[in-house]
T-cell receptor
Framework: GAGVSQTPSNKVTEKGKYVELRCDPI?????LYWYRQSLGQGPEFLIY????????DSGLPNDRFFAVRPEGSVSTLKIQRTERGDSAVYLC???????????????FGPGTRLTVL | DQQVKQNSPSLSVQEGRISILNCDYT??????FLWYKKYPAEGPTFLIS?????DKNEDGRFTVFLNKSAKHLSLHIVPSQPGDSAVYFC???????????FGIGTKLQVIP
């Protein structure tokens, strides 16, 4: 089946603008995760959803960042008043279930490269 | 504060030989450990995992070793192949796979 898809693949915006990044998880996966990867760094956890609810949003850097998953499938990461420091690759991942079960590894999409000028 | 550390930014290995990638962690609460492989312009791909109740897990050419007392894990690839050339991320989590903390990665180059 299809893997995790993310759109757009690239997004260039100006400082102060609003952006939305979309993630389509693997069909049937109940858990969805957002990460941010800055240059030369590993992915950094932002938020994860179990179904429609945000189960852990402790990684969101500030209140300019918000994510939704209204129907328990597609998710949108929203960034308000973008800053140059928000430039990074935003990765989405999904998994079949949750913690503690072998085989519930996260499958990643290719990411959206966000550039804030 | 890096809770998962990969101190070698790069590694070159001859095809057919063993590749050993190392990882140290500081958070003693971590109980699941994973290795991901990443090619350019792609998302990370899960490779192998290990829980803290084990000290070794093997999957084909890939073996992960966990030394809890030293807070150290390593990934062995035998034999190394040119297609293994990628960035390898060590990762860890508490209580499962939800909130995963990644290292900064080690770039492996397998020379034909």
């Amino acid at each position: 089946g299809a893997g995790v898809s993310q759109t757009p693949s690239n997004k260039v915006t100006e400082k102060g603008k609003y952006v939305e990044l979309r993630c389509d998880p693997i069909s049937g996966h109940t858990a969805l995760y957002w990460y941010r990867q800055s240059l030369g760094q590993g992915p950094e956890f932002l938020i994860y959803f179990q179904g429609t609810g945000a189960a852990d949003d402790s990684g969101l850097p500030n209140d300019r960042f918000f994510a939704v998953r209204p129907e328990g499938s597609v998710s949108t990461l929203k960034i308000q008043r973008t800053e140059r420091g928000d430039s990074a690759v935003y990765l989405c991942a999904s998994s079949q279930g949750l913690a503690g079960v072998e085989g519930n590894e996260q499958f990643f999409g290719p990411g959206t490269r966000l550039t804030v000028l | 504060d890096q809770q998962v550390k990969q101190n070698s930014p790069s590694l070159s290995v001859q095809e057919g030989r063993i590749s050993i990638l190392n990882c140290d962690y500081t958070n003693s609460m971590f109980d699941y450990f994973l290795w991901y492989k990443k090619y350019p312009a792609e998302g990370p791909t899960f490779l192998i995992s290990i829980s803290s109740i084990k000290d070794k897990n093997e999957d084909g050419r890939f073996t992960v070793f966990l030394n809890k007392s030293a807070k150290h894990l390593s990934l062995h690839i035998v034999p190394s192949q040119p297609g293994d050339s990628a960035v390898y991320f060590c990762a860890a989590s508490v209580g499962g796979y939800q909130k995963v903390t990644f290292g900064i990665g080690t770039k492996l180059q397998v020379i034909p």
